[in-house]
C-alpha cells in the first residue's frame, strides 16, 4: 500500500476550473490546464484547502507545491472597453509571473473599445522592468490578429495606410505596441470574453469600473483633439 500523502488539484484558469482528486487521466487536473495560456493551478493536501484558494487565490496559503504550465514566462491578461462607443472607457489588466501578481487599470473620459484593448496591452508590457517572454491574452480579435495575423506590421510598412485610400485606425497605439513587442517575445493568445474565464473577467471588471469612474478620467488627447494624423504616428501625450 502506497504511503504516498493524496493531493488535491485546485484548477483556478482552465479549460474546467475546480478541485480534482488526481492529477493524470481523462478527468484529472492535468488534461484541464495542459496547453491552457495561463493555466494556474495548485496542489494542496485537502479539500478545504483547495476550495479556499479558489475562492480567494491571493491570499497567502500553505501550498504543498505550486506548478505552472508556462515556467518562466510572464502571463498578461488584457481587456479594455467603453460605456458606449465612443464614450468612456477604461482597461484592466492581470500580470502574473509564478507566485507574483500585478492588476492595472485606468480610466478616459472619450475614447473607443478598439483604443481600449490596445491601451491594455501597452500598459502590460510597459509594466515589465526586463526583456522577458511574455503570453499576452486578450479578447480582442481586433488585437490578437492585428499583431499575430502580421496586420500592423504591414500598415507600418505603408505609412500606416490599410490600402491606396484606407488610413489605418489607431495607428499612435499601434505603434507603441510595436515597439513593445520589439522589445519583448510577445505570443498573442485570444480567450473568448464573457465565458467564465476568471482572469479575463477579472480584467473585464477592473475596465469597467476605471470606466464608470467620475473622477480621476484621463485624457485620450489622441483620440479627442487629433494628436494623431493618418501615415504620422505622434508618440502618445499621456
Sequence with gaps: MSNEKKKYYAVLCGQKPGVYTKWSGENGAEVQVR???GAR???FPSVREAEAW????DKPQQAVETETVEKGKVI???DGGCIDNPGPGGYGVVLLHGDKRKELSAGYRLTTNNRMELMACIKGLQTLKYSCPVILISDSRYVVDGMEKGWARRWKAKGWM???IQPAENADLWAQLLDLCDSHTVEFSWVKGHAGHTENERCDKLA???ALSEENLLLDTAYEIGATTAGNP???LF
Design 54 to 57: 479558489l475562492k480567494d487565490p
Design 76 to 78: 498578461i491578461y488584457a
Design 162 to 164: 490599410r490600402n491606396a
Design 234 to 236: 505622434q508618440k502618445s
Design 41 to 43: 493551478y495548485r496542489a
Design 208 to 210: 469597467k469600473k476605471a
Design 35 to 37: 496547453g491552457f495560456p
